[in-house]
C-alpha cells in the first residue's frame, strides 16, 4: 500500500493503517461514501430529508459545524482533528485554518471525509491508532480539536488515568498560547435524567448511576473535568454551553452569558434512539435558570482550553435559504462592553446582513418623535458583520408572561395597549418591521428599544395586521400562554375570520420563504421515527390506575408529544364502546395522538372530519396511522399493547387551517384479551417491526370512505 494517497486535492497518509477498520457503523458508510461521490454540499439537506435516517443526517447535516464555526480562529491557524471521522467538522476547520492535520481510525471514514472535502488543498488525513501516529505529529499546533473525542480516551490510550494522560500527550502538540478545544456530553445532562438513553452505551442511566471500568467510553459532569484539568496542571478553561447538544448545536452559552427563562424550548430531540419522557425538560430548565444551575445540568460542553474568546454567547439561523443564513453572537469589547454581532454564514447572506444598516436608518425615521428607540447599528466591512449594542432591560414578552403567571390581565391588558400606542407612531410611513414581536422589544422602564429588525421592508405594514402576528407568535412560542384568549384583542382590531385566514396564509409564505423547501428539523425528526415512551404508571398516579377503556390525547405543536400537555377528554366511550371527539387543534399543530386504551383493542374508525368538513379526497398528506398498531380493513386496526397510539398527520397544505380548528372522530373502541389480539396479529404475518408509515401503512381517509362507514354504522344500529 502507498503510504500517500490523494483523493482530490486532500492528502491521505497509511504509515500507521493496520488495514483493519478499528472503529465503523457498519454499512452505513458505504451508502454515506456513494452520496459524496454522486452529490455536492448543497446537494445533502435534500439527501437527508429524502433518507430520513440518523446516520445520514448526524454525518451530512451542516449544523455539525456550528460547534467549530463560531471559533474566531486566525485564517493562518494550525489545526490538529483527532478523531475526524466523515468529516463533517474537518470542511469547517479548512476554510477557517491554514493547515488541517487530522486523524482517524478508519479508512472507510476517511475516505468518506477526503471525498466530501476533496477540494481543500490544506488537509492531510491520519489513518490508524493515534497512538502510533502521535510521534509522528509536529509540536505546534494552533488549536487542537477533540469532538467527540475525549470520552474515547480509554480507548485511546488504554493505561491507567487515560484521560490526564491523553490531555497532556495533546498539550505536547500545542504551542505557547495553543488552545484545546473539546465538546463532550455531560453525564448529568437534563435530557438524560428526563429519559434518553446514555449516547455511547445505548442505555438509561448509565452515566448517571457510574461507568463500568471496562466501558467503551465514558463522559463527565463539569466538576469532573475541571478535576482532569487540574491534575494536568491546566489552570486556564472556559465552559460553554452548546443547546440542545454539541452534535446540532443551535445555542452556545457561557458563563459569562446563561440561558434566560424560558429561552430552552427544543428538547424532545431522540433522532438517534427512542427514549422515555419522565418530566418536561422546558419547565425544569426555567426553575434550574432562575436558580443558577444551568451549567451543572447543560446537556453538553464545550470546553477551551487555554485563553478565552471574547464572544460569550452564538445563536444559529442556518436552517434557512443561503441568502438568509446568519449567526448572532454576543461579545465583549475592547472597552469591556457587551456588544452583538452577525455575520452572514454564506456569501448569498452577506447582502441580508448588510441590509440591516438601512433598516435601522427607515425605523429611526419612522419612529422620530414616537416613542419607540431602535438599536443602533453599525457594518463592519472588514469582518465582514453588522454591530449593534446590547440593550440592558427585560423582553415585553417576558413581562407579559409575569402577568399571566400573576393572573394579572389588567396589567397584561395594559401593555398590550401600550405597544398598540408605541408601534402606531407615523402609520402611513413606507417602512415597516414585519417581525415586531414582544420578544423583539426590550423594555427599561419608560424606555422601549426594538432590538432585532432583521425582517424589515420599505412598505407600509398597517398595525393591527403587525399585531395580530406579534400576538400569534407570542402564544406559538409557548403552550402556558394559551390561557390568554386573543379573541377581544382581534375584535377591537376589527380582524374578521377572513382576515385572520388571509394572514395565516401570509405567515406560512413568509415561512416558506425564509426557509424554502427545506424542511424543519422538527420535520425531519418525524420522519426519522424515533419513539417517545412516557411510561404509563407515571401518569397522574396519585389517581391510581386509568381503566383501560380511558381515552388519551396528545398535540404535537413542533416540541414533540408531551405527558404534562395531554388531555383526558370528559367524553367515553358509551355502552355500545362507541365515541366522538371533538378536539380543538391550534394552527400550528402538525400531528394529534389519540390512545384509544390502555389494553389490547380494536378500533374501527367511523368517521373524521376536519372543521365540519370530511378529509377530502386530494388531500393526501392528511394520513392516519397506527403507530404501534396494524390495519385490518379500510377503516379498523388492532393493537396488541397497552399503550396503543393513533396518529393524525395534519401537514397537507390543502387543509382549511384557521386559528383554533376542530378535529372531530367517531370511533369504536373493543378491548381484547392479549392472546386474542396477538393471534390476530400473526394472522396479518406482518413482520415485527411494523413498517415506517411512509411504507406502506399509512391510510387515507375520503369522502366516499367516510360516507361508506357511516352507512354501515347506521344500518347496524338499525338492525
Not at 438524560?192 to 438509561?204: I, N, S
Not at 383526558?568 to 389519540?594: A, G, M
Request: hydrophobic share 35%.
Amino acid at each position: 500500500m502507498q503510504e500517500e494517497v490523494k483523493i482530490g486535492k486532500v492528502t491521505l497518509n497509511f504509515k500507521h493503517y493496520s488495514g483493519v477498520d478499528l472503529y465503523s457503523d457498519g454499512a452505513i458508510e458505504n451508502d454515506l461514501l456513494e452520496i459524496v461521490k454522486k452529490y455536492k454540499k448543497e446537494e445533502y439537506p435534500k439527501v437527508i430529508e429524502e433518507r430520513g435516517n440518523w446516520p445520514i443526517l448526524y454525518h451530512l447535516s451542516e449544523q455539525r459545524a456550528n460547534i467549530v464555526e463560531w471559533i474566531p480562529m486566525e485564517k493562518g491557524a494550525k489545526v490538529l482533528e483527532v478523531g475526524s471521522g466523515c468529516g463533517a467538522i474537518t470542511g469547517m476547520l479548512a476554510q477557517k485554518a491554514g493547515e488541517v492535520v487530522a486523524c482517524d481510525l478508519s479508512r472507510r471514514r476517511s475516505e468518506i471525509n477526503a471525498t466530501r472535502n476533496q477540494d481543500c488543498d490544506n488537509v492531510t488525513i491520519h489513518i490508524g491508532n493515534f497512538r502510533d501516529v502521535e510521534p509522528d505529529l509536529p509540536k505546534d499546533f494552533d488549536y487542537i480539536f477533540l469532538i467527540g473525542v475525549f470520552e474515547y480516551a480509554q480507548g485511546y490510550i488504554g493505561t491507567e488515568n487515560p484521560y490526564e494522560k491523553f490531555l497532556r500527550m495533546m498539550n505536547r502538540h500545542l504551542k505557547k498560547g495553543g488552545r484545546i478545544v473539546i465538546a463532550i456530553e455531560n453525564r448529568l445532562g437534563l435530557k438524560y435524567l428526563a429519559g434518553c438513553a446514555e449516547d455511547h452505551l445505548g442505555t438509561y442511566f448509565t452515566g448517571i448511576e457510574g461507568y463500568s471500568a471496562d466501558s467503551v467510553a465514558k463522559t463527565f459532569t463539569r466538576n469532573g473535568l475541571i478535576n482532569i484539568f487540574k491534575k494536568c496542571g491546566m489552570k486556564e478553561y472556559h465552559f460553554y454551553y452548546p443547546y440542545p447538544d454539541y452534535k446540532l448545536m443551535t445555542l452556545l452559552h457561557s458563563d459569562y452569558y446563561l440561558p434566560g427563562f424560558g429561552e430552552l424550548q427544543d428538547n424532545v430531540r431522540n433522532y438517534d434512539r427512542d427514549r422515555m419522557i419522565l418530566f418536561n425538560e422546558k419547565h425544569a430548565y426555567e426553575d434550574l435558570v432562575k436558580d443558577g444551575m444551568y451549567p451543572d445540568f447543560a446537556n453538553s460542553f464545550e470546553v477551551i482550553i487555554g485563553p478565552g474568546f471574547d464572544t460569550i454567547y452564538s445563536k444559529y439561523s442556518n436552517d434557512r435559504v443561503d441568502e438568509f443564513k446568519i449567526r448572532t453572537d454576543i461579545a465583549i469589547s475592547r472597552t469591556g462592553r457587551k456588544i452583538i454581532k452577525k455575520f452572514p454564514l454564506t456569501e448569498a447572506a452577506k447582502e441580508h446582513v448588510f441590509g440591516m444598516r438601512d433598516a435601522y436608518a427607515g425605523l429611526v425615521e419612522k419612529y422620530r418623535g414616537g416613542d419607540l428607540e431602535v438599536n443602533d447599528c453599525q457594518l463592519d466591512e472588514k469582518s465582514g458583520c453588522a454591530i449593534f449594542s446590547f440593550v440592558n432591560g427585560v423582553p415585553l414578552a417576558s413581562l407579559l408572561d409575569e402577568c399571566l403567571d400573576k393572573d394579572d390581565m389588567d396589567g397584561f391588558d395594559a401593555l398590550i395597549n401600550e405597544y398598540i400606542r408605541r408601534i402606531n407612531h407615523k402609520p402611513d410611513y413606507p417602512v415597516s418591521d414585519y417581525d415586531l414581536i414582544f420578544s423583539n422589544i426590550m423594555v427599561n422602564g419608560p424606555i422601549w428599544t426594538i432590538i432585532d429588525y432583521e425582517w424589515t421592508y420599505g412598505k407600509c405594514i398597517p398595525a393591527k395586521e403587525q399585531i395580530w402576528r406579534a400576538l400569534y407568535c407570542y402564544r406559538l412560542e409557548d403552550r402556558k400562554r394559551e390561557k390568554f384568549d386573543p379573541k377581544g384583542a382581534f375584535e377591537r382590531l376589527n380582524l374578521s375570520e377572513d382576515d385572520i385566514k388571509t394572514l395565516l396564509e401570509e405567515e406560512y409564505a413568509f415561512q416558506k420563504y425564509v426557509t424554502g423547501s427545506r424542511k424543519s428539523m422538527v420535520e425531519i425528526w418525524k420522519e426519522i421515527g424515533r419513539k417517545v415512551i412516557v411510561p404509563k404508571e407515571m401518569v397522574h398516579p396519585t389517581e391510581g390506575a386509568r381503566p383501560d377503556d380511558c381515552i388519551q390525547i396528545y398535540l404535537d405543536e413542533g416540541e414533540g408529544f408531551s405527558e404534562d400537555d395531554s388531555i383526558f377528554p370528559e367524553e367515553q366511550y358509551d355502552e355500545k364502546n362507541t365515541v366522538s371527539l371533538d378536539i380543538r387543534v391550534d394552527s400550528n399543530c402538525r400531528t394529534v395522538r389519540i390512545d384509544p386504551a390502555f389494553a389490547p383493542c380494536m378500533v374501527t374508525l367511523v368517521s373524521a372530519t376536519w372543521n365540519g368538513e370530511a378529509f377530502a379526497d386530494d388531500i393526501s398528506d392528511v394520513s392516519i396511522h397506527p403507530v404501534n398498531g396494524n390495519w385490518i380493513s379500510d377503516d379498523s386496526m388492532i393493537f396488541n399493547t397497552d399503550d396503543p397510539n393513533i396518529e393524525f398527520g395534519l401537514t397537507s397544505d390543502k387543509l382549511s387551517v384557521q386559528e383554533r380548528n376542530h378535529l372531530c372522530i367517531k370511533m369504536i373502541m373493543t378491548l381484547l384479551p392479549r392472546n386474542a389480539a396477538q393471534a390476530v396479529v400473526e394472522s396479518l404475518h406482518v413482520e415485527e417491526e411494523p413498517p415506517q408509515p411512509k411504507d406502506n401503512i399509512i391510510k387515507k381517509i375520503g369522502k366516499k370512505i367516510i360516507q361508506k362507514r357511516e352507512e354501515r354504522y347506521y344500518r347496524d344500529e338499525e338492525e
